[in-house]
């Protein structure tokens, strides 16, 4: 391996053998013989394993918001950009297999109440996301007056609750079901208008 790895080099592996190992058992030698340097070189990068630790899982969280980013941001229809938001967001962790075994290992890292949220800053932008989302409809007269702030917050808390249940807790297909309805009252409410 070349002296100076690329950081997203060594995200990756470290995120591969935190989801291997988990946190506890994982040992910054772990990380480096996976990347093919001294323990040394490793620590050019990050200052211990909780550094790294930290970093690994926040470069693969932000990833994780970047996709879902990514799918709203060209478009336009706002009732369409909530449904890929919510959609988006819980389809990424079907295809991220490590995050999700590190995630498993350590809930902790999405915990259901912001308070004691080790990656708050990152969930707090999931949370303006979806308060951005929701003011451009009510702006545009689409949505219906609510607090933004608080309904994101909401919006999110149960997002949490799938993501948890989905693939943390491994529920089965009736979860998936029980989301799009979810989704669906969001978007049409639960009342006929008259």
């Known amino acids: 391996m070349k002296p100076r790895e690329d950081i997203e080099t060594i995200y990756r592996v470290a995120l591969s053998v935190f ?19 001294t323990k040394g070189n490793l620590y050019l990068y990050v200052t211990d394993k909780k550094d790294l630790y930290r970093k690994t899982v926040s470069q693969a969280l932000t990833a994780w918001q ?18 890929l938001m919510c959609f988006k967001a819980v389809e990424y ?25 080790p990656f708050g800053e990152i969930n707090r932008n999931s949370v303006e996301l979806i308060k951005r989302i929701l003011e ?14 608080r309904v994101s917050e909401a919006v999110f808390m149960i997002y949490k609750m799938f993501i948890i249940r989905m693939y943390l807790k ?25």
């Open 19 to 37: 989801a291997e190992f988990g946190y506890p058992k994982t040992t910054m030698a772990d990380v480096a013989g996976r990347l093919g340097m």
């Open 66 to 83: 970047l996709k879902v980013l990514e799918a709203v941001d060209g478009e336009t229809d706002v009732r369409r950009k909530f449904s």
């Open 93 to 117: 962790l079907s295809g991220d297999m490590l995050l999700r075994q590190v995630l498993v290992r350590d809930p902790d890292i999405f915990p259901m109440f912001p308070a004691k949220d």
């Open 136 to 149: 451009q409809g009510i702006a545009e007269k689409v949505f219906r007056p609510v607090d933004p702030g």
């Open 170 to 194: 491994s529920e089965d297909q009736l979860i998936h079901e029980m989301f799009e309805d979810t989704v669906d009252l969001f978007a049409h409410g639960l009342f006929i208008n008259i």
